[in-house]
């Protein structure tokens, strides 16, 4: 059974940071991209980031410069440090890990920025 189990969310003013972690059972975790997406009220799911199997990270254009992915394959992992958070960036986010056509979530954490 796939399980994938986020933590780290929370409620920050604008400026600040937050680290997201991800720990993910039941796949071959070093085979799989991991990563990072969010949903805000009234709008649908986007991509954020993505720590690739065999390549480079990917990032939303928007988030480029303020959010870092990175993969932990010896404990199945994955994280997101997000800094110089925005109102914007208010969102439920997911965790998602994806190879082919099969894809799992987890259930989601709550990231709360005030202005």
């Known amino acids: 059974q796939v399980q994938l189990v986020e933590s780290g969310g929370g409620l920050v003013q604008a400026g600040g940071s937050l680290r997201l972690s991800c720990v993910i059972s039941?796949?071959?975790?070093?085979?799989?991209?991991v990563g990072w997406y969010r949903q805000a009220p009234g709008k649908q799911r986007e991509f954020v980031a993505a720590a690739i199997a065999e390549g480079s990270p990917k990032y939303l254009d928007s988030v480029k410069g303020r959010f870092t992915v990175s993969r932990d394959n010896a404990k199945n992992m994955v994280h997101l440090q997000m800094t110089n958070l925005k109102p914007d960036d208010t969102a439920v986010y997911f965790c998602?890990?994806?190879?082919?056509?099969?894809?799992?979530w987890g259930q989601g954490t709550q990231v709360t920025v005030s202005s």
């Open positions: 998602n890990a994806g190879r082919h056509i099969e894809v799992h």
């Open positions: 039941g796949i071959r975790f070093s085979t799989y991209n």
